[in-house]
């Protein structure tokens, strides 16, 4: 076994677990074998082209980053924004992410509906999603201004794992680990009120909008939902999708005209 197949499977292994990714969900998007990734990550096969240039669009880095000394899909975090993001990867025309809105809208919704038995991680990425494509197609700004990425399970932020680590270091949420119907799933319970100041009228009501209409439904239902509406749908796997795409909506997922 060489020393840069370990590493590389050592790395490709570290990114996975920062996307908070299982074995089975990354073999899934590589269309190969759970036991194949395993092998890849210990190093014992040989990774193919095509599965690296898979593997830096899922992990939103370059090919060099990837096989390089680069650690890659860092999200860093300052006190007013976040930091652009690649050209080569993601081009949007929108204004600069808020990194403490983003925090206090995920508190206004585990405040309001996480404790619902349904809502897990998965629920959570699908109402952010609406969440920040209703307000873009009814505003023309943004709300949070997150960064989403075409996944198979539907549209899933890419800074969130990065967010909610930062939280629980400071105390603003819990992560557990808990049940639906049998099925693992991944719960945050808030640790404090959300800061309202930070929110105004409009953006609430957007947000509220959002969670009287979709957070009863469960990961499955919510998944599929999201997988008619135009942006998911003409956006490539794994690309980031166009915020812009947001106003060839159809009627049935158009918030514009209310």
Same mark, same amino acid.
């Given at each position: 076994?060489?020393?840069?197949?370990?590493?590389?499977?050592?790395?490709?292994?570290?990114?996975?677990?920062?996307?908070?990714?299982?074995?089975?969900?990354? %073999?899934?998007?590589? *269309?190969?074998?759970?036991?194949?990734?395993?092998? !890849?990550?210990?190093?014992?096969?040989?990774? *193919?082209? $095509?599965?690296?240039?898979?593997?830096?669009?899922? &992990?939103?880095?370059?090919?060099?980053?990837?096989?390089?000394?680069?650690?890659?899909?860092? @999200?860093?975090?300052? $006190?007013?924004?976040?930091?652009?993001?690649?050209?080569?990867?993601?081009? !949007?025309?929108?204004?600069?992410?808020?990194?403490?809105?983003?925090?206090?809208?995920?508190?206004?919704?585990?405040?309001?509906?996480?404790?619902?038995? #349904? @809502?897990?991680?998965?629920?959570?990425?699908?109402?952010?999603?609406?969440?920040?494509?209703?307000?873009?197609?009814?505003?023309?700004?943004?709300? !949070?201004? %997150?960064?989403?990425?075409?996944?198979? $399970?539907?549209?899933?932020?890419?800074? &969130?794992?990065?967010?909610?680590?930062?939280?629980?270091?400071?105390?603003?949420?819990?992560?557990?680990?808990?049940?639906?119907?049998?099925?693992?799933?991944?719960?945050?319970?808030?640790?404090?009120?959300? #800061?309202?100041?930070?929110?105004? %009228? $409009?953006?609430?009501?957007?947000?509220?909008?959002?969670?009287?209409?979709?957070?009863?439904? #469960? %990961?499955?239902?919510?998944?599929?939902?999201?997988?008619?509406?135009?942006?998911?749908?003409?956006?490539?796997?794994?690309?980031?999708?166009?915020?812009?795409?947001?106003?060839?909506?159809?009627?049935?997922?158009?918030?514009?005209?209310?």
């Amino acid at each position: 076994m060489s020393n840069q197949k370990k590493e590389l499977g050592e790395k490709i292994k570290v990114l996975r677990k920062r996307l908070q990714y299982s074995q089975d969900k990354l %073999a899934e998007l590589l *269309k190969i074998k759970r036991s194949t990734l395993s092998q !890849i990550e210990s190093g014992q096969r040989d990774i *193919k082209s $095509h599965e690296i240039k898979t593997l830096a669009r899922i &992990f939103n880095i370059s090919t060099d980053e990837l096989l390089g000394q680069a650690p890659g899909l860092e @999200v860093h975090l300052s $006190h007013s924004e976040w930091e652009e993001p690649k050209e080569e990867l993601i081009r !949007i025309s929108v204004p600069q992410k808020n990194i403490e809105k983003f925090k206090e809208v995920l508190l206004y919704i585990l405040n309001k509906v996480g404790a619902k038995p #349904n @809502v897990g991680e998965t629920v959570i990425y699908k109402l952010l999603y609406f969440i920040d494509f209703d307000f873009y197609e009814m505003f023309e700004e943004q709300l !949070i201004g %997150a960064t989403y990425q075409k996944n198979h $399970h539907g549209p899933t932020p890419v800074e &969130f794992a990065k967010i909610m680590e930062d939280m629980i270091e400071n105390k603003d949420i819990d992560k557990v680990k808990s049940k639906y119907f049998n099925y693992p799933q991944t719960k945050y319970l808030p640790l404090r009120k959300p #800061n309202l100041k930070v929110l105004k %009228a $409009h953006e609430l009501a957007v947000i509220n909008d959002v969670l009287k209409r979709l957070s009863d439904m #469960n %990961a499955g239902q919510i998944s599929e939902y999201s997988h008619q509406d135009v942006p998911w749908l003409t956006t490539e796997d794994l690309k980031i999708i166009d915020y812009e795409s947001v106003f060839y909506r159809t009627p049935a997922y158009s918030r514009r005209d209310e």
